[in-house]
């Protein structure tokens, strides 16, 4: 997986005329012309044969374009799709799904992925609801925003400015709140609201007047922001004013083209102006590399590139089938400055399922060690912070 100039040439031009790009533009007949990779089946949290043998190959070396024709010509009818139409499918994917507008592999790229910072919202599925007590004790004024509930401890001496999750109850847990710049992973099994934590962590930072970055590898553009619409967040007026870029990826398409993502994030975030970024999930990505060291290496190298952005990062990961406090492969939360814990409790008699958080870490912050419990609702992640699991 080796980036080429091409692809630095891409972003560049496409940060540049992204003023220029209507965000409203119609979609055309071209996308069912572009290849697309085959999508995981992301619901058993494993990928299909035909996929894993299509990361297994190695791209071909593509030509170097003359100074006459920089834009590369279109491949024959029938042909093998070659290492440009692979960079055209990413384009397609990393634009959040917008259309070419004229036809040209580089107009593709420049569009898509300028529209994709540029606003849209589509329709989508709506997140769980919640009902009354859950089973849990809950003990006087137990809501979200109900007083007290842990111990204060004092907050850590730093300079570093902090900022909170967004969630009422989770916040209180820590003491003076994340340190800004932060790597955060949310794990969790399936069903434990760990895309609405990053929804919501994004929504902080847009109702404080900031920018921010959604990066999905599970659902499509659309689905994300209707999901959190519905929630009364309000995204889709958020990406079509420019404060929101929501971005859909095939987790194939983003591992080929890692090296050139991770070199080039970094200055666009910057250029954007956001100051928060999600990633869901890192567990797609994590499935991309079978060898466990190369795992490791592209793991290590894309965290570093995204703390070099210079924004505070949530990543989603899933939970290990064994351990609920651990990721699937074990090594997301030795890489970032926070660990979320989301998981089920189920009582011996099996009446009722419930759903508790608690931080195993954050780096530089005073944090409750308590386990507490949160239910997900029309209007997002609600802890209780006066309720205890029994």
């Known amino acids: 997986m080796v980036a080429d100039e091409d692809d630095e040439d891409w972003f560049e ?11 409203d533009e119609e979609p055309s007949d071209a996308e069912s012309e572009a290849p697309t990779a ?10 299909t044969a035909e996929s894993k043998e299509s990361f297994g190959e190695e791209a071909p070396d593509s030509d170097e374009p003359t100074e006459e024709s920089p834009t590369p010509a279109e491949p024959e009818e029938g042909a093998e799709p070659g290492p440009e139409s692979e960079v055209d499918d990413f384009a397609a994917a990393f634009g959040g799904g917008g259309e070419p507008s004229g036809g040209e592999d580089d ?19 709506a997140a769980p609801g919640g009902e009354d007590d859950f089973g849990f004790d809950l003990d006087g004024d137990v809501g979200a925003g109900g007083p007290g509930g842990f111990e204060e401890e004092e907050e850590y001496d730093s300079d570093i400015p902090r900022i909170d999750f967004g969630i009422e109850g989770l ?19 399936a069903g434990t ?16 007047g900031e920018r921010a970055v959604y990066i999905t590898l ?12 519905e929630k009364g967040w309000e995204f889709d007026r958020h990406t079509e004013e420019g404060n929101l870029a929501v971005i859909d990826i095939d987790p194939i ?10 070199n080039e994030l970094p200055r666009l975030v910057e250029e954007f102006g956001a100051s928060r970024l999600v990633l869901d999930s890192v567990s797609l990505l994590e499935m991309m590399y079978d060898d466990q060291s190369v795992r490791r290496t592209e793991i290590y190298d894309f965290t570093k590139a995204l703390k070099d952005a210079g924004v505070t990062t949530m ?27 989301l998981r089920y409790i189920r009582p011996e008699d099996f009446r009722e399922t419930r759903l508790a958080v608690e931080i195993q870490k954050i780096r530089d912050a005073n944090h409750s060690r308590e386990t507490k419990p949160y239910e997900i609702t029309h209007q997002g992640i609600s802890v209780y912070r006066q309720a205890n699991i029994f």
């Open 13 to 23: 031009k496409a940060f540049e005329e992204e003023t220029e790009t209507d965000s």
């Open 253 to 262: 398409e983003m591992a080929n083209s890692l090296t050139s993502i991770r």
């Open 107 to 125: 107009d593709l790229f420049e569009d898509d992925f300028a529209a994709a910072f540029g606003g849209g919202g589509g329709a989508g599925a």
């Open 315 to 341: 990543l989603t990961s899933e939970a290990s089938e064994d351990n609920p406090f651990a990721s699937r492969h074990g090594i997301i939360e030795y890489l970032t400055d926070a660990v979320v814990v």
């Open 171 to 189: 916040d209180e847990m820590v003491q003076g709140g994340v340190p800004e710049r932060s790597l955060i992973v949310a794990i969790g099994g």
């Open 218 to 229: 599970e659902e499509s553009r659309q689905r994300v922001v209707q999901s959190a619409t």
């Open 38 to 47: 085959e999508p995981l089946e992301s619901e058993s949290g494993e990928e």
């Open 193 to 208: 609201g760990k895309t609405t934590f990053g929804l919501q962590f994004l929504h902080e930072a847009i109702q404080n």
